[in-house]
């Protein structure tokens, strides 16, 4: 589900106008990221890296709102109660990827069962 937001009384609604309408861009960031402890956690519990870190950075998007933005069919504003993420798997056999979706769950083992399914 989401939310429409009123432009009218959004606070950045300056902003949104003028990048979406003079410079479409988007945004991507690299950075040092100490994730020994939750390195650490993974292993001792034996799971999976991957889905754990699909499932970290998902928490962390549904922490904000402004990274659960997107514009509907209409080009409104709206604002997602919840990103399921999409993430790629590779195949060894045929040297192929998928493209898979999983619904997120906040509980990591909730989310775990899910994505073995989807996988």
Do not use: G
């Amino acid at each position: 589900m989401f939310k429409v937001i009123d432009l009218e009384k959004y606070k950045r609604k300056d902003h949104f106008e003028f990048y979406t309408q003079n410079i479409p861009c988007s945004f991507e960031i690299t950075v040092k990221l100490d994730i020994s402890s939750f390195y650490y956690f993974i292993k001792n519990n034996n799971y999976e890296f991957y889905p754990c870190f699909i499932h970290t950075i998902s928490k962390s998007i549904s922490a904000f709102d402004n990274f659960k933005f997107s514009l509907d069919q209409n080009k409104q504003l709206i604002c997602y109660d919840i990103i399921h993420p999409s993430y790629t798997i590779f195949h060894k056999d045929s040297k192929t990827f998928s493209v898979l979706w999983t619904f997120y769950k906040e509980n990591l083992n909730d989310f775990l069962s899910l994505y073995e399914e989807d996988k």
